[in-house]
């Protein structure tokens, strides 16, 4: 079956730009997650939903990043103002459930630039 | 504060056994768990360890000792295509994951 979808897989934007980064989870996963990865480091939590809302957003930086989640399906990752230290690989990952030690399942990631 | 200590980088030679040690200090456990992520890919899940022990599938075994706070993966007969960084993620106890930075492990032939 089909695993979890990122678009786009390269994102170049300027300063001060807004940016909207999408995940498309396996079918029938309830529960989604938004990480971020620098180089040379292990994925960072941003939030995650568990259905259509968000069950924990306590790793979004700030008020630049916020995520939806609105059928329980695809979600999407919305950044405004971007700033350069928000380039990183911004990655998604969905699990049967939450609340269990079940596995994330990840999708390719989305490389995010900011010039 | 939540803690998890892996080694930055490991080298080993084509069809030798190595293993790659991960300490941590979560707030609760429920589990520690090992994905294999190749250069510019996603994770990809290798094991899940909740019990002291070893758990083996195939090349790769996995041990755990909760007491201890340690677990390490040790990976058998190894082949090129194991090149790649080894990360060690904690489930704490709001069941979120806690990830290592992860531990390069290049291998020579």
Redesign the interface.
């Known amino acids: 079956g089909a695993g979890v979808s990122q678009t786009p897989s390269n994102k170049v934007t300027e300063k001060g730009k807004y940016v909207e980064l999408r995940c498309d989870p396996i079918s029938g996963h309830t529960a989604l997650y938004w990480y971020r990865q620098s180089l040379g480091q292990g994925p960072e939590f941003l939030i995650y939903f568990q259905g259509t809302g968000a069950a924990d957003d306590s790793g979004l930086p700030n008020d630049r990043f916020f995520a939806v989640r609105p059928e329980g399906s695809v979600s999407t990752l919305k950044i405004q103002r971007t700033e350069r230290g928000d380039s990183a690989v911004y990655l998604c990952a969905s699990s049967l459930t939450a609340g269990g030690p079940y596995e994330q399942y990840f999708g390719p990631g989305t490389r995010l630039t900011v010039t | 504060g939540q803690n998890?200590d892996q080694p930055?980088e490991m080298t080993a030679t084509e069809g030798a056994i190595v293993q790659i040690n991960c300490t941590y200090q979560t707030s609760g456990f429920?589990?520690l768990?090992w994905y294999q992520q190749h250069a510019g890919?996603?994770?990809?899940?290798l094991s899940?360890n909740?019990l002291d022990g070893l758990e083996e599938k195939g090349r790769f075994s996995s041990f755990l000792s909760r007491s201890k706070g340690y677990s390490y993966l040790l990976l058998k007969e190894l082949q090129m295509k194991d090149s790649a960084s080894y990360?060690c993620?904690v489930?704490d106890s709001?069941?979120?994951?806690i990830?290592?930075?992860?531990t390069?492990l290049i291998i020579k032939p």
Do not use: C, R
Request: hydrophobic letters at 45%.
């Open positions: 998890i930055t429920n589990g768990f890919e996603a994770p990809t899940f899940y909740v990360l993620a489930m709001n069941y979120q994951l990830w290592g930075a992860g390069k």
